[in-house]
């Protein structure tokens, strides 16, 4: 049992997400997701660590991506060299408890990371949850990736699908 959440095909595929960057805090980091003409997404922009920043991040609308028993996250990307936090959320809100793991994809080569949704912890603001309900896959409403931990200058990480298995 698969579930394809996001296929990056068209310049639709990108029209419900949206940037949310370290501008809600003061920073000037800038980021979004942009279609591709070959076919795929870019998360690209910008990480300053200037005014305390140092995080960009896009999400996409809230939806309902949620799959019963799913186990894994697949996704095929392709990246630049650096760390990235792959997201997901159970709820429709703006702020709130967060799944987030870390990936870094190899750079200028496509592939498919096959993530355990068990690698999901619970994140509030960057920092661990304890005690917080393990991810349930049937509530998944939203999706995002975000760069942080100091990786200041320039990223772009390409994706041309996500999926739940």
């Known amino acids: 049992m698969s579930r394809e959440l996001f296929r990056f095909e068209s310049a639709a595929s990108v029209a419900e ?8 805090m003061g920073g000037i980091s800038a980021s979004r997701l942009r279609h591709d003409h070959n076919g795929h997404a870019v998360f690209e922009g910008l990480v300053s660590l ?17 799959l019963p028993g799913a186990v894994t996250c697949v996704i095929e990307l392709r990246g630049d060299g650096k ?26 080569e496509w592939t498919v990371m096959r993530i355990p949704l068990s690698a999901f912890m619970p994140t ?30 320039p990223f772009a990480l390409a994706v041309r699908s996500i999926a739940l298995d």
């Open 83 to 108: 760390r990235y936090k792959l997201n997901l959320r159970i709820d429709h809100a703006f702020d709130g408890i967060n799944y987030q793991t870390t990936i870094k994809p190899p750079g200028d």
């Open 17 to 24: 997400w949206s940037a949310i960057d370290d501008s809600v």
């Open 124 to 153: 509030f603001r960057g920092r661990t949850v304890p005690g917080a309900p393990q991810f349930d896959p049937a509530r998944l409403r939203q999706l995002g990736f975000m760069i942080a931990d100091r990786q200041a200058g």
């Open 50 to 66: 200037e005014r305390n920043g140092g995080f960009a991040s896009v999400r996409s609308r809230p939806l309902l991506l949620g």
